[in-house]
Protein backbone atom coordinates (compact mmCIF):
# COMPACT_ATOMS: atom_id res chain seq x y z
CA UNK A 1 0.00 0.00 0.00
CA UNK A 2 1.47 3.24 -0.83
CA UNK A 3 2.11 5.80 2.61
CA UNK A 4 0.05 8.55 2.72
CA UNK A 5 0.63 11.94 1.45
CA UNK A 6 2.91 13.60 3.84
CA UNK A 7 2.48 17.28 3.44
CA UNK A 8 4.23 20.37 5.64
CA UNK A 9 4.05 23.78 4.37
CA UNK A 10 6.03 26.66 6.59
CA UNK A 11 5.78 30.07 5.78
CA UNK A 12 8.71 32.00 6.66
CA UNK A 13 9.78 35.15 4.65
CA UNK A 14 9.71 34.66 0.91
CA UNK A 15 11.09 30.41 1.77
CA UNK A 16 8.76 27.98 2.01
CA UNK A 17 9.04 24.14 3.21
CA UNK A 18 9.08 21.51 0.84
CA UNK A 19 5.91 20.07 0.27
CA UNK A 20 5.82 15.72 -0.31
CA UNK A 21 3.72 14.07 -2.85
CA UNK A 22 5.57 11.38 -3.48
CA UNK A 23 5.46 7.91 -2.71
CA UNK A 24 7.93 5.24 -1.45
CA UNK A 25 11.55 6.05 -0.81
CA UNK A 26 10.89 9.49 -2.70
CA UNK A 27 8.37 10.16 0.58
CA UNK A 28 11.04 9.07 3.10
CA UNK A 29 13.48 11.47 1.65
CA UNK A 30 11.51 14.12 1.56
CA UNK A 31 10.21 13.59 5.08
CA UNK A 32 13.61 13.83 6.54
CA UNK A 33 13.88 16.73 4.83
CA UNK A 34 11.28 18.33 6.28
CA UNK A 35 12.35 17.17 9.13
CA UNK A 36 15.26 18.83 8.87
CA UNK A 37 13.70 21.94 8.28
CA UNK A 38 11.17 22.21 10.97
CA UNK A 39 14.50 21.74 12.88
CA UNK A 40 16.33 24.28 12.13
CA UNK A 41 12.90 26.94 12.68
CA UNK A 42 12.94 25.46 16.21
CA UNK A 43 16.54 26.27 16.51
CA UNK A 44 16.31 29.79 14.80
CA UNK A 45 13.32 30.53 17.55
CA UNK A 46 15.03 29.19 20.22
CA UNK A 47 18.17 31.44 19.51
CA UNK A 48 15.90 34.66 19.09
CA UNK A 49 14.31 33.99 22.59
CA UNK A 50 17.74 33.50 23.87
CA UNK A 51 18.84 36.79 22.57
CA UNK A 52 15.64 38.45 24.08
CA UNK A 53 17.49 37.32 27.47
CA UNK A 54 18.91 39.65 29.46
CA UNK A 55 22.72 38.88 29.41
CA UNK A 56 24.70 38.28 32.99
CA UNK A 57 27.51 41.10 33.61
CA UNK A 58 30.84 39.28 34.30
CA UNK A 59 31.92 40.31 37.93
CA UNK A 60 34.51 42.10 38.85
CA UNK A 61 36.63 44.20 41.48
CA UNK A 62 38.78 47.07 41.26
CA UNK A 63 40.52 49.64 43.30
CA UNK A 64 38.95 53.30 43.33
CA UNK A 65 41.49 56.31 43.12
CA UNK A 66 40.75 57.04 46.80
CA UNK A 67 41.28 53.52 47.72
CA UNK A 68 37.77 51.94 47.76
CA UNK A 69 37.78 48.30 46.83
CA UNK A 70 34.66 48.39 44.24
CA UNK A 71 32.86 44.60 43.37
CA UNK A 72 30.52 45.15 41.20
CA UNK A 73 27.73 42.77 42.20
CA UNK A 74 28.17 44.11 45.66
CA UNK A 75 27.23 47.86 44.74
CA UNK A 76 24.51 46.30 41.87
CA UNK A 77 22.94 44.95 45.09
CA UNK A 78 22.16 48.02 46.73
CA UNK A 79 21.12 50.14 43.84
CA UNK A 80 21.54 49.94 39.66
CA UNK A 81 24.85 50.69 38.29
CA UNK A 82 25.84 52.97 35.76
CA UNK A 83 29.24 51.65 34.25
CA UNK A 84 30.86 53.72 32.04
CA UNK A 85 34.03 52.90 29.80
CA UNK A 86 36.35 56.11 29.00
CA UNK A 87 39.53 57.76 28.13
CA UNK A 88 40.75 61.31 28.91
CA UNK A 89 41.56 61.39 25.43
CA UNK A 90 38.08 59.93 23.57
CA UNK A 91 36.10 63.07 22.03
CA UNK A 92 33.36 60.83 22.62
CA UNK A 93 33.80 60.46 25.99
CA UNK A 94 34.13 64.41 26.20
CA UNK A 95 30.93 64.88 24.58
CA UNK A 96 28.70 62.31 26.92
CA UNK A 97 30.11 63.20 30.65
CA UNK A 98 28.34 65.84 31.41
CA UNK A 99 25.14 63.88 30.15
CA UNK A 100 26.17 61.40 32.68
CA UNK A 101 26.60 63.90 35.37
CA UNK A 102 23.42 65.30 34.99
CA UNK A 103 22.24 61.64 35.29
CA UNK A 104 23.96 61.73 38.50
CA UNK A 105 22.61 64.83 39.91
CA UNK A 106 19.15 64.30 39.21
CA UNK A 107 19.10 60.19 40.30
CA UNK A 108 21.43 60.81 43.74
CA UNK A 109 21.32 57.72 45.30
CA UNK A 110 19.70 55.73 43.20
CA UNK A 111 21.96 54.86 41.18
CA UNK A 112 25.99 54.53 40.89
CA UNK A 113 27.98 55.91 38.74
CA UNK A 114 31.39 53.73 37.76
CA UNK A 115 34.12 55.56 35.54
CA UNK A 116 36.08 52.62 34.55
CA UNK A 117 39.43 54.35 32.95
CA UNK A 118 41.28 51.89 30.30
CA UNK A 119 43.05 52.29 26.68
CA UNK A 120 44.75 55.82 27.99
CA UNK A 121 48.66 55.61 29.24
CA UNK A 122 49.37 59.13 28.92
CA UNK A 123 46.37 60.44 30.46
CA UNK A 124 45.44 61.33 34.35
CA UNK A 125 42.00 60.43 34.80
CA UNK A 126 42.15 61.94 38.92
CA UNK A 127 43.17 65.53 36.85
CA UNK A 128 40.55 65.16 34.14
CA UNK A 129 37.60 64.16 37.14
CA UNK A 130 38.66 67.26 39.17
CA UNK A 131 38.81 69.66 37.15
CA UNK A 132 35.48 69.06 35.15
CA UNK A 133 33.90 68.27 39.10
CA UNK A 134 32.75 64.95 37.67
CA UNK A 135 30.82 63.33 40.36
CA UNK A 136 31.90 59.78 39.84
CA UNK A 137 33.67 56.82 41.51
CA UNK A 138 36.89 56.97 39.23
CA UNK A 139 38.04 53.08 38.78
CA UNK A 140 41.78 53.20 37.05
CA UNK A 141 43.14 50.44 35.26
CA UNK A 142 40.56 49.14 33.44
CA UNK A 143 41.63 47.24 30.54
CA UNK A 144 41.17 43.82 31.69
CA UNK A 145 36.89 44.40 33.31
CA UNK A 146 36.40 46.52 29.73
CA UNK A 147 37.64 43.06 28.15
CA UNK A 148 35.53 40.69 30.17
CA UNK A 149 32.16 42.99 29.03
CA UNK A 150 33.79 43.03 25.04
CA UNK A 151 34.46 47.16 25.54
CA UNK A 152 37.30 47.52 22.80
CA UNK A 153 35.96 51.10 22.24
CA UNK A 154 35.49 54.88 24.30
CA UNK A 155 33.19 54.95 25.26
CA UNK A 156 30.92 52.13 26.37
CA UNK A 157 28.10 52.46 28.43
CA UNK A 158 26.35 49.95 30.49
CA UNK A 159 23.67 49.31 33.46
CA UNK A 160 23.72 46.47 35.71
CA UNK A 161 20.64 45.90 37.61
CA UNK A 162 20.99 43.74 40.93
CA UNK A 163 20.58 40.55 39.34
CA UNK A 164 23.95 41.52 37.57
CA UNK A 165 21.56 41.43 34.42
CA UNK A 166 23.00 44.46 31.95
CA UNK A 167 19.92 46.37 31.22
CA UNK A 168 21.62 49.06 28.90
CA UNK A 169 24.11 48.05 26.87
CA UNK A 170 25.19 51.55 24.63
CA UNK A 171 26.87 49.33 21.94
CA UNK A 172 23.86 47.95 21.01
CA UNK A 173 21.92 50.88 20.19
CA UNK A 174 20.79 51.55 16.78
CA UNK A 175 23.18 53.91 14.80
CA UNK A 176 22.28 57.49 14.84
CA UNK A 177 22.80 59.30 11.95
CA UNK A 178 24.10 62.77 11.46
CA UNK A 179 22.38 65.19 9.24
CA UNK A 180 23.66 65.49 5.77
CA UNK A 181 26.62 67.82 4.93
CA UNK A 182 28.58 67.04 1.86
CA UNK A 183 31.48 66.48 3.76
CA UNK A 184 32.71 63.97 6.71
CA UNK A 185 32.10 65.62 9.92
CA UNK A 186 34.94 65.72 12.68
CA UNK A 187 35.19 63.15 15.33
CA UNK A 188 33.91 66.35 17.47
CA UNK A 189 31.01 67.34 15.78
CA UNK A 190 29.93 63.30 15.82
CA UNK A 191 30.18 63.33 19.50
CA UNK A 192 28.04 66.32 20.36
CA UNK A 193 25.20 64.79 17.92
CA UNK A 194 25.76 61.25 19.44
CA UNK A 195 26.15 61.86 23.14
CA UNK A 196 23.05 63.39 23.70
CA UNK A 197 21.14 60.27 22.09
CA UNK A 198 23.02 57.77 24.31
CA UNK A 199 22.09 59.67 26.90
CA UNK A 200 18.51 59.64 26.24
CA UNK A 201 18.28 56.16 25.35
CA UNK A 202 20.10 55.78 29.18
CA UNK A 203 17.38 57.46 30.89
CA UNK A 204 15.07 55.28 29.36
CA UNK A 205 16.80 51.71 30.43
CA UNK A 206 17.16 53.72 34.32
CA UNK A 207 13.82 54.50 34.43
CA UNK A 208 12.83 51.18 33.65
CA UNK A 209 14.91 49.16 36.15
CA UNK A 210 14.28 51.86 38.83
CA UNK A 211 10.36 50.86 38.28
CA UNK A 212 10.89 47.71 38.95
CA UNK A 213 13.30 47.85 42.03
CA UNK A 214 9.99 49.95 43.56
Known amino acids: MMPRTIQYLV ?7 PACHKPHAAAVLCTMRIKLFV ?3 ILSFANAVAADEPRIAPDWTLQ ?3 GETITL ?3 AAEQP ?3 VFWATWCPYCKALMPHVQSVRLEYGDQ ?3 LAV ?4 DNGDPVEYMENAAYDFTVLPDGD ?3 KLNDIWGTPGVLIVDRDMHIRFDQYALPPYDLPATGKSPSHGKKAAYKAPYWAAELRKALDVVLEETK
Open 117 to 120: HFRD
Open 39 to 41: TIL
Open 11 to 17: VLGKEEA
Open 144 to 146: EVA
Open 111 to 113: VRI
Open 64 to 66: SVG
Open 81 to 83: VIV
Open 73 to 75: SKV
